[in-house]
């Protein structure tokens, strides 16, 4: 049974980092696309960044740089590195799985998605 589950989250201070982790069992991580989305209190879900299996990642504009993906293919499991947050980065993050994603930033391109993990940045 293909599953992600999301880890990590928490409530932290403007200014400090997180990492989530996303734990993937019944597929092998490194063969899918593998994203970070959230979705902050009352707006749609975003798409925060992509590792494709050759491990080329994409991200929007508004967190680069401060959003990194990364995968460990040994743990089987995908990260999200989040440095300097803010309020605004409130939010439910997911993690999402496809073996082929064909638009990045599209949900219905992935088809396997966590249960989500919250994160409150306060001021």
């Known amino acids: 049974q293909v599953q992600v589950v999301e880890h990590g989250g928490g409530s932290v201070q403007t200014g400090d980092s997180l990492r989530l982790s996303c734990v993937a069992s019944?597929?092998?991580?490194?063969?899918?696309?593998m994203a970070w989305f959230r979705q902050p209190p009352g707006q749609g879900r975003e798409w925060l960044g992509t590792?494709?299996?050759?491990?080329?990642?994409a991200y929007p504009g508004g967190v680069k740089g401060r959003f990194t993906i990364s995968r460990d293919d040994d743990e089987n499991t995908l990260y999200l590195q989040m440095d300097n947050l803010k309020p605004e980065d409130t939010a439910t993050y997911y993690c999402?799985?496809?073996?082929?994603?064909?638009?990045?930033?599209?949900?219905?391109?992935?088809?396997?998605w966590g249960q989500g993990t919250q994160v409150t940045v306060s001021s």
């Open positions: 019944g597929f092998t991580a490194r063969a899918y696309d």
């Open positions: 590792v494709r299996p050759d491990r080329t990642t």
């Open positions: 999402a799985a496809d073996p082929r994603a064909l638009f990045q930033l599209y949900q219905p391109s992935y088809q396997y």
